[in-house]
């Protein structure tokens, strides 16, 4: 069914009273149910599941991953199953675009705990309690959904902006339970076949799940005599080098550096395979092109330059030359550099956003003169938002002022950007899908490192917070525009919004704990070593790259790094304004190219694989109507979906098997 809407000529000469009783007479479906009890438990389950997955791809790959098609599929299907089984009712179309406005918001709170939080920690080797994280990403990301009340009732219920994801989620709503039922059950069956393939390969190459089924399970150990259970070598190159070994043969080197040392490995990642399918074979490409370049040609020269060595520690301890190393001592500079410069010039060669953005803060306003706002009973009353920002604001610099240390002068500076930073955030979600969440905040991280320069970790807590809030008002109205063309009730929205804040929190937290903050053999929690091989969290190297310029410029590094940063700066600005002389048709993306640089070397090559595979099957299969187009490029999304979430609920029970089960 063709969903109703305004053509260009009402949007334009409508006022917003009658655009209001339009959509109140022709749209809402305030008989509905929508926010139920079975969609909020629902949409809180999956959304803590959907963040935990989230939380394992975000540290691997730098990279959110969207989890609103997901969720909604997922609920579809589900509730399709027990419909047709008899045990319980179907889901409206309503009760389903409010599971995902909880899964999509759970989804978005982990965003700190890839970036600044760890940045924070890392740079202070400091670990933060549990409860202090769970309280200071709820209260900040309550804040960005109150900033959305008053910014709904001008994008979308007066400019009518388009918001192309949000409006992609009710497209795909709509069609599925109004006549393409089919289309979402089998979009549904290929997320759930991919998964199951997904899982049973890290059956095969992760030891934790290896050693629960053999010792455990089949009691290999008390029968079989095996001591280590077997499984797949996660490094599938590791076969190669036994097998030089046999033959007595050298592994191969560049200018003398073992290609191992140089991080340069192959292994088949099914989950960076998803990602790659999503972020297209252009993207793909310039992230290997990244690792390339680092890895392959200007680590080895450094290495010989004696720039990248082997470090003694004061215990005597040698840290060999390794793929972390080479990061850390040089490498580090000149891909934070590619990725901050071409970010912010992907951000400033586009002045209508901060245009617009100036139009929206002087023309957002209340509701309409008293007695007209005819949307008043449904619509979340205004003063909540004049009274809850200041609120939630203060009581957000409090926090990050008490938990983290920050002065609160920092905190408080950081306060007059949040609204200019939302709206600038929110306009770009709403005509791109794009949010610029990483250039936005270095304008506070820089914004503030100009107040205080001797504490580089002070300005990392102020720019998660303003990112935060600025991402969460953005999602809240890009999940709010399919309920608004489904005829949905906004109230129920934001508090669906408010419930995934919570479940991501809660569910994601204690995850991180147990990922990346075990203790080791002595008992004691070493946050430095957050930032590891198999977890390399390329935003947090980002956010600490900038926060130590900021505090000490380029002082302490060599420089030949000092060099490689500022031809990376040139390159980048270079790339960017190619691809916007090209209008996107230049190849390259400068804070790929960047990612690439931090991100390992296997985890780039199995991205492009991912990327080039769905980008060879799209062109093999271009015809629609048929089978194989069906599969490959209209499933392509929940295709990439599932081996994304189960490789990581995967790897999330493995890590949990090693911690529990002895």
Known sequence: MALLQLDDHQIK????TQKDEWWLANVYRGDM?????????TGFLLGGILAATALYILPKTGIGIGVGLTSVLLSFAMFRSLSGAGIARDFTVLENNATQSIATSAGYVIAPLGAGLTAYMVMTGRVLSWWQMVIWLIVVSITGVLMAFPMKRRFINEDQLPFPEGRACGVVLDSLYTGGADVGLFKAKLLYVSAAITAAWELLVLDGWQRLIQFKILRMDAWAGLKEPWFLHEHLDD?????LARLHMAAPKILGTDIRQLGLRFSLDFSMLGVGGLMGVAVASSVLLGGIINLAILAPVMIQ???IVARTLANGHVVPISRAEIVNQWSIWWGVSMMVVGAMVGLFARPDLFTKAFKSMSRIAGAPAAGTDVLAHIEVPLWVSWIGVPVFGLAGAWVTHAFFDVPWLLSLVSLPLIFLLTVICANSMALTSWMPIGPLAKITQFSVGVVDRANPASNLLPASMTSQISMNAASLLSDIKPGYMLGGKPRHQVWGHVIGIVSGAIFSVPLFFLLFLRPDASGAVDATRIVSDAFPMPAAVQWRGVAEIIAKGFHGAPTTAVWAAGLAAVAAILMEVARLVTKGRFPLSAVSVGLGV????????????????????GRLYRTPGTKAHQIW??????????????????????????????
């Open 239 to 243: 076969y190669y080098y036994m097998w």
């Open 598 to 617: 931090v991100l390992p070397f296997d985890s780039c090559v199995s991205m492009w694989i991912g990327a080039m595979g769905f980008w060879i099957m």
């Open 13 to 16: 000469t409508w006022t917003r």
């Open 33 to 41: 149910p929508q926010l139920t009890l079975r969609s909020a438990i």
């Open 305 to 307: 330059h004696g720039d």
């Open 633 to 662: 490029v209209e499933g392509a999304e929940p295709l990439c979906a599932g081996l994304i979430s189960a490789a990581a609920l995967m790897g999330i029970c493995d890590a949990l098997i090693n911690v529990f089960v002895d």
